[in-house]
């Protein structure tokens, strides 16, 4: 069964600091895609990255970045020089691909959500 | 494009009715996903749909809750003889399949409060 733990469930920090939000993640599968999604107060939740389980490479977005590592099964969020406009819960998931095609089996499995609090 | 949209945006209902939401995904997009998100927790996926056809539910589902995409647009969640566990946020996502891809978009959430 697949299983997301975000063990940080709140993190404070003062503007211009950088953050780094853990995920790490349980899967059998060998095809599998990992996202991180944004929900501000308004409630709604918005995509930020889609990473697939053969690409480990590092990205960089702006002021975020994501670090891959399927060695230790972990997908962290770096936010460099954080804003108070990035106060949020944080959610990182996981779908797994489910068959030899490698397209998305759909099913999101979300983990409890990291709210990050950025002080002025 | 717009996004997708969800009605209501909060139900406040008595335990023993009966609810409706409905969710229009972004325009042509074929999959059309159902989350549940209660205080402080993620959200807990319910159900989907690939067109009309609905693919999975999930055992949270119980008997008492019923999804339909009739013509592989808008979907309706019903909750029938609510019950207060049921109270929670309903989120509707939807995507469009191509090779190797399957971004969910979300929409903004039902609130639901049964009394």
Redesign the interface.
């Known amino acids: 069964a697949q299983k997301?733990t975000q063990a940080q469930t709140e993190i404070s920090v003062v503007e211009k600091e950088d953050v780094t939000l853990d995920c790490v993640y349980e899967t059998r599968d060998t095809t599998y895609?990992l996202?991180w999604?944004k929900q501000p107060p308004?409630?709604?939740?918005?995509?930020l990255i889609?990473r697939?389980s053969f690409d480990e490479q590092n990205e960089i977005s702006g002021r975020y970045s994501w670090n891959f590592q399927k060695s230790t099964s972990s997908f962290n969020f770096t936010i460099t020089a954080s804003q108070v406009v990035d106060s949020a819960v944080y959610?990182c998931?996981l779908?797994e691909a489910g068959n030899a095609?490698?397209?998305?089996y759909?099913?999101?499995?979300?983990?409890?959500?990291t709210i990050l609090t950025v002080h002025p | 494009d717009t996004g997708v949209s969800q009605n209501p945006r909060h139900k406040i209902t008595k335990r023993g009715q009966n609810v409706t939401f409905r969710c229009d995904p972004i325009s042509e997009h074929n999959r059309l996903y159902w989350y549940r998100q209660t205080l402080g927790q993620g959200p807990e996926f319910l159900t989907y749909f690939q067109n009309e056809a609905q693919l999975e539910k999930s055992r949270l589902l119980s008997d008492r809750f019923s999804a339909e995409r009739p013509k592989g647009s808008f979907s309706t969640l019903e909750i029938q003889r609510t019950e207060q566990g049921d109270s929670a946020m309903y989120l509707c996502a939807s995507s469009l399949t191509t090779s190797g891809t399957d971004t969910q978009y979300f929409g903004p959430g039902t609130r639901l409060t049964v009394l």
Not at chain 1, 42 to 47: A, P
Not at chain 1, 106 to 113: D, E, H, N, S, V
Request: proline letters at 0%; glycine letters at 22%; zero cysteines.
């Open positions: 997301v895609y996202f999604y308004s409630g709604e939740l918005v995509f889609r697939n959610f998931a779908s095609g490698g397209t998305s759909g099913k999101l499995t979300f983990g409890q959500g």
